[in-house]
């Protein structure tokens, strides 16, 4: 099963890549890595599915070059990794050379390929020292963030090609403190709004620290939602409006405006840390690019009899994939124009996630996957749409380059462009990794 497109069809320079993160596949006890809120919430009976942790994970600590190798042969430009605050300082604050030394190794062994090193700094390693304090409810963890940032820009800053500070503040802090469905897996509105807050101004720190490094081409990794009222009825509109604040505006506002969304403020401001108008200048400092991750839609229905925010999603009617996940490469295009004609207009945009799960199996050695060619070229096909319409695109990353821990719901959710046999440690590309192959390897 082949792409509808190729390289040619999109503009020159146009960035193809795969994406990971650190803690779904390095392997958490290897190479003195501390303890994160992910390893201790994940021992808790009833967070992960099968308490899997990411302990082992891909063991891509110790299998790098052959993943890298495969990237590589896929014909992609570049690898989007990020490094973890818990491998690079185990107490928050004191620095493992052992982890340095590691994302030394790593980027090298990146920029040997000829592929580009997209670096996140932030993608979900709390370090557990740090969630003793309070983690994101406390204004010291974003300082403290800055450190982090300084000793990894220090060491490996002059290869990355890019660098996010945050990868989807949006699950840093409501999915984590609010829904409950990360660690720390809280549900509080004061929690989760100070969270909202002190995700915002690591940003800011980070930002800060890059500059002052003289780090260029930075950006962050935003999960904007695409939402959907289930009806038309006015409720059901109102509560897609308070929804687009939860996701997107709060987000996009702070970031490219300088405030935080009225509506929200007036909602829930009593819940935000004393004096947070002043960070709001360290926020909105200007990006060189804009990230977004993207997989599905959300349809908002109105819930009047609970509290603020008075909504609740609704299941929708299209197919669906192994996360239950409507299939909907429609909302890309929609969400990739909005936020290219309300926000952002010449900054160029990326997308940094976009995938999806299947059960995916192996048999006579090869890992057929269908579904998932689809599903990217549809996506593709809607950021061809979006160039054909000005939208300054710039890259496109394929989440994930491996099955790998997938959070909450352990091994068992499969993202991967690569299988993973987590008994064996064998890795086989699947057909999806070959349609890329195909579509991008030639005339790189
Ligand atoms: C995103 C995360 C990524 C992965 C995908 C499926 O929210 O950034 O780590 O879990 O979802």
């Given at each position: 099963m082949a792409f509808s497109f190729t390289r040619q069809d999109f503009p020159e320079g146009f960035m193809f890549g795969a994406a990971t993160a650190a803690y779904q596949i390095e392997g958490s006890k290897f190479g003195k890595c501390g303890s994160s809120h992910w390893d201790t919430w994940a021992a808790t009976p009833g967070n992960v599915v099968g308490a899997?942790?990411?302990?082992?994970?891909?063991d891509h600590y110790h299998r790098y070059a052959e993943d890298l190798d495969i990237i590589k042969s896929g014909g992609f430009d570049a690898y989007r990794f990020s490094t973890s605050w818990a491998r690079v300082m185990p107490d928050g604050k004191t620095i493992n050379q052992d982890g340095l030394d590691y994302y030394d190794r790593l980027v090298d062994a990146i920029t040997e390929r000829g592929i580009k090193p997209n670096l996140t700094l932030y993608h979900w390693e709390l370090p557990s020292a740090m969630a003793d304090i309070g983690g994101w409810m406390n204004r010291e963890t974003p300082l403290r963030f800055g450190d982090m940032t300084r000793a990894v820009i220090e060491r490996i800053g002059d290869r990355v090609e890019r660098v996010a500070t945050i990868n989807e503040p949006w699950c840093v802090a409501w999915l984590s403190h609010f829904l409950g469905g990360q660690a720390p897996g809280l549900r509080d509105i004061r929690a989760a709004m100070r969270a909202m807050h002190h995700i915002q101004l690591a940003h800011g720190t980070a930002m800060q620290v890059l500059r002052d490094h003289g780090q260029d081409n930075l950006g962050i990794v935003l999960n904007l939602g695409h939402g959907e009222p289930a009806s038309q009825n006015a409720d059901d509109i109102a509560a897609t409006k308070t929804f687009d604040a939860i996701h997107t505006r709060w987000f996009m506002d702070s970031l490219f405006k300088g405030h935080y969304p009225k509506d929200m403020i007036d909602a829930v401001g009593q819940h935000m840390p004393d004096g947070y108008e002043n960070d709001m200048d360290l926020i909105s400092q200007p990006l060189d690019w804009l990230g977004i991750n993207y997989y599905t839609r959300g349809i908002v229905k109105a819930a009047p009899e609970q509290p603020w925010p008075h909504m609740d999603g609704v299941e929708g009617p299209l197919p669906k994939t192994q996360m239950g996940w409507e299939i909907y490469p429609e909302g890309l295009e929609m969400l990739l124009k909005r936020i290219h004609a309300e926000?952002?207009?010449?900054l160029p945009l990326m997308v940094t996630e976009n995938g999806m799960a299947n059960d995916d199996t192996i048999e006579n050695g090869r890992c057929d996957d269908p579904v998932r060619v689809k599903y990217f070229d549809d996506h593709l096909q809607a950021v061809l749409r979006c160039i054909a319409d000005g939208v300054p695109m710039q890259g496109y990353f394929g989440w994930s380059l491996l099955d790998n821990y997938e959070w909450a719901f352990g091994y068992e959710k499969r993202f991967g462009l690569v299988h993973v046999d987590y008994e064996t440690q064998v890795r086989t590309p699947k057909a999806s990794f070959e349609a890329f192959r195909q579509a991008i390897s030639t005339n790189r």
């Open positions: 899997d942790d990411g302990s082992v994970a891909c926000y952002t207009f010449d």
